[in-house]
């Protein structure tokens, strides 16, 4: 698995942005997948993630409502939908590919990880 995340970028508060992740080496359809993000000062915090299925996601409350996480298996792809953003939401964005295919909050359980991109958002 070799994970790039892309889409970052600056937006007003209340606006949209959609992140995505691919994997170059085509593995990951059978490892769950999650978005995490990190501000500066503050430790990596989980945002979202899915099972290998897609079926089962789990959302970080501070997101819930105004975050969706998809993926495409057959295009080795997880994408971010970001509506009603926040300054608050501000970080460095990173995706990743768990050990099993089991959806988790938990950061131990994703081996993989991208190299991040930069969400700012303006108040």
């Known amino acids: 698995v070799q994970l790039q995340a892309f889409g970052g970028g600056l937006v007003q508060a209340g606006g949209s942005l959609r992140l995505s992740c691919t994997d170059s080496?085509?593995?990951?359809?059978?490892?769950?997948v999650g978005w995490f993000r990190q501000a500066p000062g503050k430790e990596r915090e989980f945002v979202a993630s899915?099972?290998?299925?897609?079926?089962?996601?789990l959302y970080a409350d501070s997101v819930k409502g105004r975050f969706t996480i998809s993926r495409d298996n057959a295009e080795n792809s997880v994408y971010l939908q970001m509506n009603s953003l926040e300054p608050e939401d501000t970080a460095v964005y990173y995706c990743?590919?768990?050990?099993?295919?089991?959806?988790?909050?938990?950061?131990?359980?994703?081996?993989?990880w991208g190299q991040g991109t930069q969400v700012t958002v303006s108040s």
């Open positions: 080496r085509r593995t990951f359809s059978n490892n769950a």
């Open positions: 899915s099972g290998w299925r897609g079926g089962t996601t």
């Open positions: 990743a590919a768990a050990r099993s295919s089991v959806s988790t909050r938990d950061v131990g359980a994703y081996r993989y």
